[in-house]
């Protein structure tokens, strides 16, 4: 059974950063495309970032681009999201997701999603 572990998040003033991390456990296929969607309430779910092993694939949402940076993690399946600039708009909850990898349907928020993290929480003070 697929695990998606997070951690990560927190509070923090405009301007400053954060950091998740994002860990699938028992992932058995070779290629995946990992990454980040958000929640705030009242909000639709927004996907944010994303990538593919090998980081052959990435996607970034207009309104994250230029201040948050997906990259690998050290085990394979494991990513990074690295949030700089915050903005009070950032609060939400952030959630991991992961499906297998294919070409032919890329790396980013659409389509389905097989496995999902439990979810942290991004607090951004002004």
């Known amino acids: 059974q697929v695990q998606l572990v997070e951690s990560g998040g927190g509070s923090a003033q405009a301007g400053g950063s954060l950091r998740l991390s994002c860990a699938a456990s028992?992932?058995?296929?070779?290629?995946?495309?990992m990454g980040w969607f958000r929640q705030a309430p009242g909000n639709p779910r927004e996907g944010l970032v994303f990538?593919?092993?090998?980081?052959?694939?990435?996607y970034y949402a207009n309104s994250v681009q230029g201040r948050f940076t997906i990259s690998e993690g050290n085990g394979k399946h494991s990513v990074y999201l690295q949030m700089n600039n915050l903005k009070p708009e950032d609060t939400a909850m952030y959630y991991c997701?992961?499906?297998?990898?294919?070409?032919?349907?890329?790396?980013?928020?659409?389509?389905?999603?097989?496995?999902w993290g439990q979810g942290t929480q991004v607090t951004v003070s002004s």
């Open positions: 997701a992961a499906r297998t990898y294919r070409s032919s349907q890329g790396c980013n928020p659409f389509g389905e999603f097989d496995y």
């Open positions: 028992e992932f058995t296929g070779s290629s995946s495309c």
């Open positions: 990538i593919s092993t090998g980081g052959i694939n990435t």
